[in-house]
């Protein structure tokens, strides 16, 4: 260790060489991390319960003016600190890094007596703003409590860091040429606490567009409002699933658009309705003392058949001699897969109608419920092939997948406000301070 402290000693003054010359620690900060209108001075070690702590001075260019901190123009320097502010920043080498400079206050002829405005930090924020924009890069990849533990900060440190970059990034974003959305709702809590989750559906930019709490009307209601109503006009193309209170925000807001309903979850209750069919039909075989044929069939009539194992293949080629509701009923989930093949709207409508009428003829009262909802919703059904297949709520259910790895990374999250800060910077494509050198 002894040796180790020497070393940096060394490096300190000038260990580090750039084509046999010898170059100090302050150029390398310069190169790095130039503050326009500052210079970097001493650098020594502060020894503190943590650990070594490195300190560098931060010291304003000679004849060079403040800058106000209200209005940002140059004014006279009206009195200096006697201590330094300390201000943290990237760590070296695992040693925490510290920027020491001696506030100024400027005598401003608009806004008076005010503390001089200084480039790498807001505020009073002790964090270097590159040392925040460095955290919440790492906090994307990592939970923000594995951040905080590897470089040696506290949790409220990397919350206040992304707080700070997506702020930062929805007041440049740009979403002026946003033409297809996507709506669907996430479980986040336990007890039935869900979010509205509205995505970017246009080619070349997918990305979360906005988050709310809950899944109710005034909840949609709130994202319409916040993006105006000239916005909603150029949206063209939404995706959404079956819940009432999206198919009547959606109706009200963006008549005009082409509503297309979610082949995911059209799919997904379908399936669900042939489950119902098969578990009942198999409790009533048990209780007649029938041979439990059905028995281990479930992921046979649920999965498509490429994707079937060797055996499940087999089980359901033994069972399809059968002739029992719940091979009626996967025939029938064959036969509307046949549906999404076309490419006509009308053709597609047709075939739609024939396989309505065979379901209800069916007398399988899981599949004849599904029957109706589709053809309550089939005009919004056929609109997939109006949009000629290119959006779809395939896009939407991978964000879902990323919003829950999400949550179960960091173990879930207390309040709504946090997972709003981490959806918007793991998924919202926000754009990000441009930086001399980047550290991560």
Same mark, same amino acid.
């Given at each position: 260790?002894?040796?180790?402290?020497?070393?940096?000693?060394? #490096?300190?003054?000038?260990?580090?060489?750039?084509?046999?010359?010898?170059?100090?620690?302050?150029?390398?900060?310069?190169?790095?991390?130039?503050?326009?209108?500052?210079?970097?001075?001493?650098?020594?070690?502060?020894?503190?319960?943590?650990?070594?702590?490195?300190?560098?001075?931060?010291?304003?260019?000679?004849?060079?003016?403040?800058?106000?901190?209200?209005?940002?123009?140059?004014?006279?320097?009206?009195?200096?600190?006697?201590?330094?502010?300390?201000?943290?920043?990237?760590?070296?080498?695992?040693?925490?890094?510290?920027?020491?400079?001696?506030?100024?206050?400027?005598?401003?002829?608009?806004?008076?007596?005010? &503390?001089?405005?200084?480039?790498?930090?807001? +505020?009073?924020?002790?964090?270097?703003?590159?040392?925040?924009?460095?955290?919440?890069?790492?906090?994307?990849?990592?939970?923000?409590?594995?951040?905080?533990?590897?470089?040696?900060?506290?949790?409220?440190?990397?919350?206040?860091?992304?707080?700070?970059?997506?702020?930062?990034?929805?007041?440049?974003?740009?979403?002026?040429?946003?033409?297809?959305?996507?709506?669907?709702? &996430?479980?986040?809590?336990?007890?039935?606490?869900?979010?509205?989750?509205?995505?970017?559906?246009?080619?070349?930019?997918?990305?979360?567009?906005?988050?709310?709490?809950?899944?109710?009307?005034?909840?949609?209601?709130?994202? #319409?409002?916040?993006?105006?109503?000239?916005?909603?006009?150029?949206?063209?193309?939404?995706?959404?699933?079956?819940?009432?209170?999206?198919?009547?925000?959606?109706?009200?807001?963006?008549?005009?658009?082409?509503?297309?309903?979610?082949?995911?979850?059209?799919?997904?209750?379908?399936?669900?309705?042939?489950?119902? &069919?098969?578990?009942?039909?198999?409790?009533?075989?048990?209780?007649?003392?029938?041979?439990?044929?059905?028995?281990?069939?479930?992921?046979?009539?649920?999965?498509?058949?490429?994707?079937?194992?060797?055996?499940?293949?087999?089980?359901?080629?033994?069972?399809?001699?059968?002739?029992?509701?719940?091979?009626?009923?996967?025939?029938?989930?064959?036969?509307?897969?046949?549906?999404?093949?076309?490419?006509?709207?009308?053709?597609?409508?047709?075939?739609?109608?024939?396989?309505?009428?065979?379901?209800?003829?069916?007398?399988?009262?899981?599949?004849?419920?599904?029957?109706?909802?589709?053809?309550?919703?089939?005009?919004?059904?056929?609109?997939?092939?109006?949009?000629?297949?290119?959006?779809?709520?395939?896009?939407?259910?991978?964000?879902?997948?990323?919003?829950?790895?999400?949550?179960?990374?960091?173990? +879930?999250?207390?309040?709504?406000?946090?997972?709003?800060?981490?959806?918007?910077?793991?998924?919202?494509?926000?754009?990000?301070?441009?930086?001399?050198?980047?550290?991560?």
């Amino acid at each position: 260790m002894k040796h180790w402290l020497l070393f940096v000693k060394m #490096f300190l003054k000038k260990d580090i060489t750039n084509r046999g010359e010898p170059m100090l620690i302050e150029s390398v900060l310069n190169r790095c991390h130039k503050i326009n209108g500052f210079v970097y001075g001493n650098v020594g070690w502060e020894k503190s319960k943590e650990g070594n702590i490195l300190e560098v001075e931060v010291r304003p260019r000679k004849n060079t003016k403040g800058i106000c901190s209200k209005c940002r123009r140059p004014s006279a320097t009206y009195d200096t600190a006697k201590n330094p502010r300390r201000f943290e920043f990237i760590p070296l080498w695992g040693y925490a890094v510290v920027l020491l400079y001696r506030m100024r206050r400027v005598s401003c002829k608009d806004c008076g007596i005010r &503390v001089e405005y200084i480039p790498w930090a807001d +505020g009073k924020h002790q964090l270097c703003r590159i040392y925040q924009q460095f955290l919440a890069n790492w906090a994307r990849r990592l939970s923000w409590s594995e951040t905080a533990n590897i470089f040696k900060t506290s949790w409220q440190s990397v919350r206040r860091s992304v707080e700070w970059m997506v702020h930062w990034g929805l007041g440049r974003r740009d979403v002026k040429d946003v033409t297809a959305i996507g709506v669907d709702e &996430v479980q986040y809590q336990r007890g039935h606490k869900y979010l509205t989750v509205i995505y970017q559906l246009d080619e070349g930019c997918r990305r979360l567009l906005w988050v709310g709490k809950d899944r109710t009307v005034r909840t949609m209601l709130r994202f #319409f409002r916040m993006f105006g109503e000239e916005w909603s006009q150029g949206i063209r193309f939404v995706c959404s699933d079956m819940w009432k209170p999206y198919l009547k925000v959606i109706r009200k807001k963006i008549k005009d658009a082409v509503h297309i309903l979610d082949r995911y979850h059209i799919v997904a209750n379908l399936n669900k309705a042939i489950d119902e &069919v098969r578990a009942e039909e198999t409790r009533r075989l048990e209780q007649e003392g029938y041979e439990p044929m059905l028995k281990h069939t479930r992921w046979c009539f649920l999965k498509r058949n490429k994707n079937l194992t060797a055996k499940q293949g087999i089980k359901l080629k033994d069972v399809l001699k059968y002739d029992l509701k719940s091979v009626r009923a996967y025939l029938l989930k064959e036969a509307f897969q046949v549906f999404w093949e076309y490419t006509s709207p009308y053709w597609a409508g047709q075939y739609l109608n024939q396989w309505i009428t065979r379901a209800m003829r069916s007398r399988l009262n899981p599949v004849k419920k599904m029957a109706k909802q589709i053809r309550r919703h089939r005009e919004l059904i056929l609109n997939w092939f109006k949009a000629k297949k290119k959006f779809s709520s395939g896009i939407v259910e991978g964000f879902n997948t990323r919003i829950k790895l999400s949550i179960r990374k960091s173990c +879930g999250f207390r309040s709504f406000d946090v997972i709003e800060l981490a959806l918007y910077h793991t998924l919202g494509a926000l754009p990000e301070p441009q930086v001399t050198h980047r550290f991560w």
